[in-house]
């Protein structure tokens, strides 16, 4: 690989000689957002039980099942686990949001679900 093409931050690895660095556009969230066939999520903070919460609800708006835990991790692990999760950009958006969650409930700060 030529030197002015290796990443600054690469050091001490060998580089394939077809690697490429891939600029990424950024994501829309109405134009390029598309449902999970299988739920929905509401998530909130629950600071009397100091827990996050997650609710998982159909496209009826039937809440299905809740889910409560103190880490991210924990929740999603297990929503997976359960197969509520059927999109990888679900997956990806359910992580963002239960991290924020959790940082949210350790700082004392506000939670909001995008």
Request: proline share 3%.
């Given at each position: ?95 963002k949001e239960l991290k924020k969650a959790e940082i949210a409930l350790a700082t004392g700060s506000d939670y909001y679900q995008e």
């Amino acid at each position: 690989m030529e030197e002015e093409k290796r990443p600054e931050w690469v050091k001490g690895k060998t580089i394939h000689e077809n690697f490429e660095m891939i600029d990424c556009p950024s994501f829309h969230p109405i134009k390029d957002f598309i449902m999970d066939d299988s739920c929905y999520l509401l998530i909130r903070i629950n600071r009397v039980d100091t827990k996050i919460e997650v609710g998982i609800c159909n496209y009826k708006h039937e809440l299905l099942k809740g889910y409560q835990g103190v880490r991210a991790q924990d929740i999603y692990y297990r929503l997976l686990k359960d197969g509520w999760i059927k999109r990888l950009d679900h997956a990806a958006y359910l992580g963002k949001e239960l991290k924020k969650a959790e940082i949210a409930l350790a700082t004392g700060s506000d939670y909001y679900q995008e």
